[in-house]
């Protein structure tokens, strides 16, 4: 039995001697031996059919050229992206290209993960992307600096589709890019399409933050304020008119139906397809569901962006980024200059239905073709702007802890908007507190 | 009449049971027009195998589920073959020695994943076994060897004692005693805690997400999971038509193995 027990602490001490070492070496090794191709490990996060293909078939592309940086294409998933880059970042063996969002690349830089590229990106990449959409990858760097962290390549605005034979009926006017519907126009347009079992609209708000958070700067509105590096929440009037105007159409005008709330983005389709709903705002990437699962005859329309002082919408933007462990970087950025190329970035945006960053890509036929939406999606890109939100410290905390469970008592019409200001400000700024200490 | 309502209430039971299963068979053979319908049906009204071709186009399903199952059928009877000796020790033997052995099992199953993942990756690295099955077989193994251990524990401490010595009595030795009276008893046992280890190793998503890094060495869960996109939305009918096919390898695990633990209980019925 002592031998039993002696044996177990040996076996216990060598187990933790071993996982508290640094890992250092020992990994697959980067470092390529004279003559033989230095290998990239490229994590695409593309989950739809035809964007797999573009992904996959830039990648063959690239290898065929350069037969000197072969790129070996590793598909994630959005579901559980983070926690994978995650554990492979503190490991220290993460993949050299990464396909992410633009949210959560913040923390990763702070944290030394990702690597600074500016002044790395080729001058014709740079100057295809607008400032914008940079924007939206510019993070500190967790000491005193800024940095660029990723390359921004695909974006996603709001727009509204709708049942094009409802409207018709309803003898509403279709909106343009050039004329959209104002936020009035639109509660106006939602009541005239809410007759015996049709709703002129349904809100899925399943996770609403982010939703109202960007369609909020259509009036200004940013819900953050930041003052000599300390961020604080704020609901005035601004933040408080798109809130107001969805929880009027919900419960004022009963033009939007409750039972939605609840739902997932692509959930109330079924129902949109029956005509229980007349109009879905949603991102402009669920047109793809739409068109493939849209019954035979179903005629439908893709709606520009809603307007109130201004069009603006928050943006964020998937992103090509360098780990900053990576052995080879400079392979890495020239790889993904290749890969996010005008023609290259209309074939993904095409792939994922989004929109490409690149003005090059958007100019291209594919993505101006009125068929499925194609002109009125590109367009909405002109009003994308960094969201707010983007920069905060915290927000992730601040969103799940605080924003969605109070959001979604609001819009269940459970609290007031007063109660709802004060739980976002006063719980909201006891979490960011932490992060700016 | 008590006879009718027995069968009446398994046969409740059995389509409360294989319901999942037959919403994902229903699933996959539908248009995706008829799955966006909003009044579900639960026969499709215009099949299509479009699904399963598309699954299988897109991902390497074969390969994965074939590298799944070497892992989980090593995982099984890897863990098996060392949880049974250490099991029969811990029951019959008993001392400091078991109680503290048997509180760190009991231990090693507080610490959520995400708390060792790393320090084991670190291990793993060092051992050269990332980006390799026999790298996650181990993981697996010793994942689900605690529990493995403690469910054989109360099947051996199930066996009496004095059949043991009854065999001893009879001039057995202790191999032939443990070969000829428990063993056979011990059947059903060891199958459940195969069952369990194996199941456990095929559905495991977050070691094998950490570790195995290139597509030529993933398994099927890590495969599956490429048909979700963002905020949950997913591409139904091609997900339901590779889970589908990825319950079969299970249930024929299962159907081979269930005859066993049915003579493994005979057998120990009639050494009893």
Known sequence: MKRLGAALAVAAVALAAAACGSGGDGGDGGGAASGEPVKLRFLSLAWQKESIEANKEIVADWNKANPNIQVEYVQGSWDNVNDQLVTSFEAGDPPDVIHDDSPALSSFASRGFLLDLTGKIPAELQSDIPQAAWDTVTFSDGKSGQGVYGVPFLQESQVLIANKKLLDDAGVRIPTPDSPWTWDEFADVSKKLTKKGTYGVAWPMKSPVNKVLNLALNFGGTFFDTQDGKTTVKVGPQEREVLQRIHDQLYTDKSADPSALGMGTADPLPGFFAGKYAIVPAGVYLRQQVAEQAPDGFQWVTLPPLKGQTSQQGAVSQTLSVAADSKHPDEAVKFIAYFLNGPNQAKLAKGDWLLPTSTSAAKISALTTEENGWDVATASAKDLVVAPFLKVNGFDEWKSKVATPAMQEYFADKISLDELAKRLVEEGNKVLERYSR | MTRALKYLALLGYVAFLSFPLLWLLSTALKTPQEMA???????????????????????????????????????????????????????????????????????????????IIIPLFMVLRRLELVNTLAGLTVVHVTFVMPFALWMLRGYVRAVPRELEEA????????????????????????????????????????????ILKDPEVETLPLTLVRFVGPEGVARLGPLAAASLLATVPSLVFFAIIQRRLRSGLMAGAVKG
């Open chain 2, 37 to 115: 319908a909003l009044d579900p049906t639960w026969i499709p009204r215009r099949p299509t195998l479009a699904n399963f071709a598309d699954a299988f186009a897109e991902q390497d399903l074969v390969g994965a589920g074939l590298r799944s199952l070497v892992v989980a059928v090593a995982t099984a009877l890897i863990t098996v073959a060392l949880a049974l000796p250490a099991a029969y020790a811990l029951a019959r033997f008993r001392g400091v020695a078991g109680k503290i052995a048997i509180g760190w099992v009991l231990v090693s199953q507080v610490f959520p994943v995400v708390l």
């Open chain 2, 167 to 210: 065999a001893s009595v009879d001039g057995a030795g202790r191999l032939r005693a443990l070969a000829a009276v428990v063993a056979p008893l011990l059947a059903p046992g060891v199958v459940a805690t195969l069952l369990f280890s194996f199941i456990s190793s095929w559905n495991e998503f977050m070691f094998a997400l950490v």
